[in-house]
């Protein structure tokens, strides 16, 4: 039935007779003339409808309402020049209807408005539960478009360019312990037994490169059960890649110029090479976030050795114990920032105690270069203290200078928080610019303060670094995280490929020989055989169109996403099942529904 697109419509078709079929975006009858615009994924193209020139289809288009689907067959037209519209790029043409089919009507009231002539804000429950409407919206139909888009870009650079081979791993797995929860399938044909839905493709990847694929990629489907924030989902895709026979800094190098190509081909921008680089520890102690957004200042500066010692016992007992003391400098803060916001019941307090903080420290430095504060830091620094830390702060009149005390990572991550909140509120950064860089040089372990024991930072296949064979337990490892404007955008590591390194990293996360074994017996075998040396990275698809699309939740980013409680809105999943199905898989509910 179509001959063209409505988005295709330009000038160059004046004269033609074409065949346009979609979803009528909006009616208006001037004066007896009936416009009508009509939507396709490709666009909107205008529709002319009058009891002169076009009776046939008159009657039609009086009978039309926003989203009926029509096909309508007509004349090309060179608009008038009073109604050329530059905002659409099939602005300066319009089409009069000879012939207008309605394919389908419109039987129940819309539960919002769809033309992308609306800008009413619709609630995400609604847009959730009526996704196939909300699709057809501008907003999200543009991000679907940019997916697809980012997808195609990767794909060609791998594959025509670098020479990757895709190669699908299977859904259907066995459960290892990553990190996060698994979902789990019982099997039917296997009483008891369960598989597991894969949290990414590590083991089987790595496997490829044992077996001599050498460059792998996927765009993978991957499960967590974990708890959601806004840019998680339980089911994502990732840009799943691994390389053999190169170093860190070739795997960095590769990686870079495909982020450059991304950039360039769906956003016109060129970044400069090479990305910074910091390592963990600088990342830390200059951000208090190994993912930080390097579009704005407001460092944090350790002062630790400056009040060690000092009659203010809350900062004195944070350096005796172990623990930090830093300061977030805001210059200007003083008139921006009253004493209210800071103390008890004030927004900036309370988004230090959700970081877990106990309080708020501060001090002011006024217009005569006198630091005003209160209460105990006014009685307990010294006068030459007070000094240092002006000097080290670099403050001067106006500056507020907000204290984080306590143990390291309660005080990084509390000032982390609030730098990133008042960076937004004093407009300190560049929503169009962008940001990427490298923090590497992880921590090969973390300390499991609730198990009482180490984990992987990142995964337990990640390299030590060459330097810290000799104790693994404080090693770096060979990780790296590409950060795009404060996100986690991707993040890989160079991996062990000596069976004997890799049996002493399972043994210091805790597994037994046997449990090694029982988890990943079919993996430690194929080590046996010959494994090269090897490294690899995986890129979050949703965060990265989140990002380029300029949206705030990855939701924005997926046809059909989960909402924060994991449910689907549009097929209200999960749900119960039929017991027969249950009996067959011999699975039963021990759930007892609260009265």
């Not at 940019?146 to 190669?167: A, C, N, P, S, W």
């Not at 990553?178 to 894969?198: I, M, Q």
């Not at 991304?262 to 990305?275: E, Y």
């Not at 194929?526 to 380029?548: K, N, S, T």
């Amino acid at each position: 039935m179509r001959t063209h697109y409505c988005g295709q419509i330009r000038p160059e078709h004046i004269g033609q007779t074409v065949t346009l079929c979609g979803w009528v975006d909006r009616r208006r009858d001037h004066g007896g003339v009936i416009f009508l615009d009509l939507r396709d994924r490709s666009g909107i193209v205008q529709i002319v409808s009058d009891p002169v020139r076009t009776p046939d289809s008159y009657s039609m288009a009086e009978s039309l309402r926003n989203e009926y689907v029509v096909a309508i067959t007509g004349r090309v037209t060179q608009r008038p020049e009073d109604s050329l519209n530059p905002r659409l790029p099939t602005g300066e043409v319009e089409v009069y209807a000879d012939r207008i089919e309605i394919l389908n009507a419109v039987r129940k009231q819309l539960p919002f408005q769809v033309s992308t002539t609306e800008t009413e804000t619709v609630r995400e429950e609604l847009r959730l539960r009526y996704r196939y409407l909300d699709i057809r919206r501008e907003r999200m139909s543009s991000n679907l478009k940019l997916r697809h888009e980012l997808i195609k870009t990767i794909r060609r650079y791998l594959e025509d360019g670098e020479g990757f081979m895709e190669v699908e791993t299977p859904i259907l797995t066995k459960s290892t312990p990553e990190g996060a929860r698994d979902y789990l399938v019982p099997s039917r044909v296997n009483l008891s037994e369960w598989y597991a839905l894969p949290q990414s493709p590590q083991l089987f990847k790595q496997i490829l490169m044992i077996a001599g694929v050498d460059r792998y990629y996927q765009i993978a489907r991957c499960f967590r059960d974990e708890d959601l924030r806004a840019d998680r989902q339980p089911e994502f895709t990732q840009l799943d890649m691994e390389m053999s026979f190169m170093s860190q800094d070739e795997i960095m190098d590769l990686n870079e110029r495909l982020s450059c190509h991304i950039l360039k081909t769906l956003k016109g921008i060129d970044l400069p090479r090479p990305f910074p680089r910091l390592t963990y520890t600088e990342a830390m102690d200059r951000y208090g976030s190994d993912k930080p957004d390097t579009r704005y200042g407001l460092e944090l500066v350790d002062v630790s050795d400056v009040v060690q010692g000092c009659g203010f016992k809350v900062f004195n007992d944070a350096v005796s114990q172990g623990g930090i003391v830093k300061i977030l400098p805001i210059p200007g803060g003083n008139d921006l920032i009253s004493n209210v916001r800071i103390k008890p019941g004030g927004d900036l307090f309370k988004e230090a105690a959700e970081a877990g903080a106990k309080g708020l420290a501060y001090i002011r430095v006024r217009d005569n270069g006198e630091i005003d504060t209160i209460g105990a830091i006014k009685d307990n620094l010294s006068e030459a203290q007070k000094q240092t830390i002006l000097e080290r702060t670099q403050a001067q009149a106006g500056h507020l200078l907000l204290f984080g005390a306590g143990d390291r990572a309660t005080v990084n991550k509390t000032l982390d928080r609030l730098r990133q909140c008042l960076g937004r509120e004093l407009n300190l950064i560049d929503a169009d610019q962008i940001n990427l860089l490298w923090v590497t040089d992880f921590p090969l372990f973390e300390w499991n303060a609730d198990e009482k024991r180490l984990e992987a930072a990142h995964n337990p296949f990640s390299a030590p670094h060459p330097d810290d064979l000799n104790d693994l337990k404080t090693a770096r490892s060979q990780a790296y995280d590409l950060v795009f404007n404060g996100f986690e955008a991707a993040g890989g590591s160079v991996r062990i490929h000596q069976p004997e390194i890799q049996a002493r990293v399972f043994e210091l996360i805790g597994l037994s020989d046997e449990e090694a074994r029982d988890k990943f017996g079919f993996f430690l075998e194929a080590f046996e055989y010959g494994a090269p040396p090897h490294g690899g990275i995986a890129y979050g698809i949703d965060r990265w169109v989140m990002l380029l699309a300029g949206e705030d939740s990855i939701r924005d980013a997926i046809a059909f996403p989960k909402t924060q409680q994991a449910r689907c809105l549009l097929t209200d999943a999960p749900s119960g099942v039929d017991p027969k199905q249950l009996k067959e898989l011999q699975v039963a509910s021990t759930f007892k529904p609260k009265k």
